[in-house]
């Protein structure tokens, strides 16, 4: 049996990225003053970022069941016997429970694995899959090991702007206002399946240290059981420099120095909800060393 594995790009994995892996990836919507973009083929980060600036009425959206399906099916005429699909958490957004309605119409052949991850744990759950699906590993094996060790990931986020969490209603008009008054910086964090707040501080720095003590302490308590090969961090953000996404990288990698790290664009439509020069750090379990 030939599995192959699928995902979306808020995994991070871009298309050009996906071909080199072998990993087939479905671009995110994105709308911008009414019309709809796909992250990688007519849109991209930056801009993205001046349709920001320029205060453009911008959300996500969901892929389209054509869209959705027209890949599984690309994905058979290319010779796979069955697949695996894995999207952004089901806890913040309708696309993964839609995918498995699509997926009944394939007998079997589609597995829709409900990870409970994004961004960076999303993209190493797919490296996992891909690796599982080498070793020979069914679709349906592959999406029970995946749901099995869904929830062993952090993520810490703060946002520089309130202005896109006011948007999405995840903070009041009166609660933003007040937070801009006196630089309130939300963190937010997703420890299972939805993203919760965790703390607020006083200034983008502020919040920086604190999101990688929380990170620290994740790896000393929560994960203290796993062995070290199997840990991966990493930092994320909606950076406009190459230059801050790299000193970003730095902070994590001497804060916590015993493990290799990386740094990972937050894809257009999660960016369409945190804003530009939003900061996020992640760790995870891998099911590969």
Not at 27 to 37: D, F, L
Not at 68 to 88: A, C, H, K, N, Q
Not at 132 to 160: D, F, P
Not at 248 to 259: N, R, S, T, V
């Amino acid at each position: 049996m030939r599995t192959a594995i699928v995902t979306d790009t808020n995994s991070g994995i871009t298309a050009t990225e996906g071909k080199q892996r072998g990993i087939y990836v479905l671009p995110m919507p994105v709308i911008i003053e009414e019309k709809s973009y796909l992250e990688g083929i007519d849109i991209t980060h930056e801009q993205l970022y001046d349709a920001m600036k320029l205060k453009k009425n911008i959300s996500s959206s969901q892929p389209s069941p054509g869209d959705v399906t027209d890949l599984w099916d690309s994905v058979f005429r290319d010779g796979y016997d069955e697949l695996v699909y894995i999207p952004m958490s089901s806890g913040l957004s309708g696309s993964c429970q839609n995918a498995m309605q699509y997926a009944h119409s394939y007998n079997g052949r589609v597995q829709v694995a409900d990870n409970h991850r994004i961004s960076l744990t999303l993209r190493e759950s797919v490296l996992d899959a891909k690796y599982m699906a080498e070793q020979g590993y069914s679709a349906l094996a592959i999406k029970n090991e995946l749901e099995k060790n869904a929830l062993n990931a952090s993520i810490y986020i703060t946002v520089n702007s309130l202005e896109y969490l006011k948007k999405s209603g995840r903070i009041t008009p009166a609660a933003a206002a007040i937070a801009g008054v006196v630089n309130l910086k939300p963190i937010l964090t997703i420890q299972g399946e939805r993203l919760d707040s965790f703390a607020k501080t006083r200034g983008m720095k502020q919040a920086e240290r604190k999101m990688l003590e929380a990170l620290r302490k994740d790896i000393q308590e929560r994960f203290s059981h796993i062995p070290a090969h199997r840990i991966r961090i990493g930092t994320a953000g909606t950076f406009e420099s190459r230059e801050t996404a790299q000193a970003w990288q730095l902070a994590l990698h001497e804060a916590i120095p015993e493990y290799d790290s990386y740094y990972l664009p937050l894809s257009c439509s999660i960016a369409c909800h945190v804003g530009i020069n939003a900061a996020g750090l992640a760790v995870c379990i891998a099911d590969r060393d």
